[in-house]
């Protein structure tokens, strides 16, 4: 079924590794870096209570809207979902426990799991609905919040280039969360775009070493890449002809 690292599909490679109740890194931010073909392989499998770890829940029919529509998301721990609706209608119900983070703090969160790093202090947050029910302390007469790392079961991430042995390279705000997570879990699962074989990347440029990943399935041809909100740079009009300024 598979050739080291590297298996056929998004279902091969979650096989033997899902379980209810699980939680779970998923990279991305928007729809920009998501693991679009492994978030799909979770919601066919059926698995549910999942806690997942998120900048945000993607859209309504896209990336991880698709576990909130199914219902087996009981727990986000993110920092933005307002491009979610039905995201806003299971937390104003009560259906979805939420965990909000600030953005930097998330982050450091995940990477603080990763470095093998249980908790550590930061002022964000400090005297505000963040703070409530954590521990503080004074630092060079300044207060901090405590704040846990976070090590997952799971990570689902996606890159722009592996090699066989699991080194990746992302491409460019496709980065994000997704180096992070990779190091911050017992199994980290890789999608990427294209693969090639040990020592094609230049090894100044490995972002993620291939220690860290587990397993790795390459996205197939014609993947789309779906963009959340599509902004173009308007264009100045043509110049009518003949009266193009030659100065």
Do not use: W
Not at 51 to 73: E, Y
Not at 150 to 155: G, P, S, T, V, Y
């Amino acid at each position: 079924m598979s050739m080291g690292k590297v298996y056929p599909d998004a279902a091969a490679a979650l096989a033997g590794v899902l379980r209810d109740g699980m939680v779970i890194h998923s990279g991305g931010f928007g729809l920009c870096g998501i693991p679009a073909l492994l978030i799909e392989a979770i919601r066919d499998s059926g698995v549910k209570d999942l806690t997942v770890v998120s900048n945000n829940a993607g859209i309504d029919d896209a990336g991880l809207g698709l576990l909130l529509k199914t219902r087996q998301i009981r727990k986000m721990i993110s920092s933005y979902v307002g491009e979610n609706a039905e995201f806003a209608r299971q937390f104003l119900a009560g259906e979805l426990e939420i965990e909000f983070n600030p953005q930097g703090t998330l982050a450091e969160r995940i990477r603080a799991g990763g470095a093998g790093i249980p908790a550590f202090f930061t002022k964000t947050g400090v005297g505000t609905e963040v703070a409530k029910g954590k521990e503080t302390r004074e630092f060079d007469g300044e207060t901090y919040v405590m704040e846990r790392g976070i090590f997952a079961d799971l990570a689902i991430i996606h890159a722009y280039m592996g090699d066989t042995e699991g080194n990746l390279v992302y491409r460019k705000t496709a980065r994000n969360f997704n180096p992070m997570m990779a190091t911050a879990a017992r199994m980290t699962i890789v999608q990427v775009e294209h693969l090639v074989q040990p020592g094609q990347i230049d090894p100044d440029h490995v972002h993620t070493a291939g220690i860290f990943t587990k397993r790795m399935i390459v996205c197939p041809a014609g993947y789309e890449k779906r963009i959340e909100q599509r902004t173009l740079r308007k264009r100045p009009a043509a110049a009518a002809a003949g009266t193009e300024s030659l100065a």
